[in-house]
Nanobody, 121 residues
């Protein structure tokens, strides 16, 4: 599974961005997709998940209510809508595909390249 993440950029606090994770194939609907982020000097952390069987969604507490993960109608693109962004959201964001809602980055086999999100005034 080849993934391509995009949509990062510079945004002011309180602003919004939408990240995309796309695949050129048609297998992404059969995998759980997760968004991870990694700030400088920090471990890569999972922040949002969308299941492939039932579309179940999960979020970590720090993004709950601000971020929304979703799939397009084909299931081949997964989005992360990020609203009310805060400086502490600054990180490189990655999407990953796997067989379940794993919490650890090393449990995922397929990764997109990172996209940088910078929240600053």
């Amino acid at each position: 599974v080849q993934l391509q993440a995009s949509g990062g950029g510079l945004v002011q606090p309180g602003g919004s961005l939408r990240l995309s994770c796309a695949t050129s194939g048609s297998t992404l609907p059969y995998y759980t997709v997760a968004w991870f982020r990694q700030a400088p000097g920090e471990e890569r952390e999972g922040i949002a998940w969308i299941g492939h069987r039932d579309g179940r969604k999960q979020y970590i507490d720090s993004v709950k209510g601000r971020f929304t993960i979703s799939r397009d109608n084909t299931g081949n693109t997964v989005y992360l809508q990020m609203n009310n962004l805060k400086p502490e959201d600054t990180a490189v964001y990655y999407c990953a595909a796997g067989d379940d809602m794993f919490r650890k980055w090393y449990e995922y086999r397929w990764w997109g390249q990172g996209t940088l999100v910078t929240v600053s005034s």
